[in-house]
């Protein structure tokens, strides 16, 4: 397990005096960054063989989010490892030490030669410190879509604050673009995201929604109606 801290800052607050979303999900990202420094053989394969960890698809689950000024901790531990993909938890604690926001996702190792998935050796994944699951519902990672009519919404383009070091669009921004086409004051308890395809810099994103009684649908898709990003949001 490996863990960082912060603090609430006024960068990361939203209206109501709490951490934003994309501000929470953005400490929980760094924290699984920063997780490479603590498996330092892990990181050396990586790099030597041209090898990046994408991420394929997140389940957060929202408890509450922290108020201005309030100390956090997140964690990120990893439960399982097979030949292609990583699976973590993610977790954010509020100052009193209780989650907010408990996650688990699943990356892929990912060739930057070739832009495909890449086998990891299993000497290489044994070598990585595996945890228990944490207490959560795990939910499907396949997004299933409702069998109802999504409302295209205006496209728009991504932009250059929108890249990582990966060179592409990071994921965060991918949701953070999707809470704009919610209706103001959506009830989010929890979300699932599914990313498909890497976004680049000038791609221009088409967005659709759709509701149901539990649920919010967002797809952001390129202009032949391929997405790039499966978004659902629940709301009880």
Known sequence: MFTTTGRVGASQTGANGRMKLPS???AIQDCSTFWMESEPDFLHFLTAHRLGMFLLFRQADLIRLPAYGEQYRV??????????????????????GSPCVKTW??????????????????????????????????????????EISFHPLPEFPVRRGDI?????????????????????????????????????????LYPSLTETEDAAYVLLSNREGTPYAVMEFLRK
Do not use: W
């Open 75 to 96: 964690t990120t531990s990893i439960f399982q490892c097979s030949s292609y993909f990583g699976y973590r938890n993610c977790v954010l604690y509020g100052a009193d």
């Open 24 to 26: 929470a999900i953005d």
């Open 164 to 204: 990582d070091f990966n060179d592409h669009m990071n994921n965060v921004r991918y949701m953070e673009a999707a809470l704009e086409l919610l209706p103001d004051g959506y009830p989010i308890t929890g979300f699932r995201i599914e990313f498909k395809n890497s976004a680049k810099l000038g791609d221009i």
């Open 105 to 146: 996702s699943i990356g892929g190792f990912v060739s930057f030669e070739s832009g495909r998935l890449a086998r990891l050796p299993k000497q290489e994944a044994d070598k990585l410190r595996l945890d228990p699951k944490i207490d959560m519902e795990y939910l499907d990672r396949h997004i299933v879509l409702p």
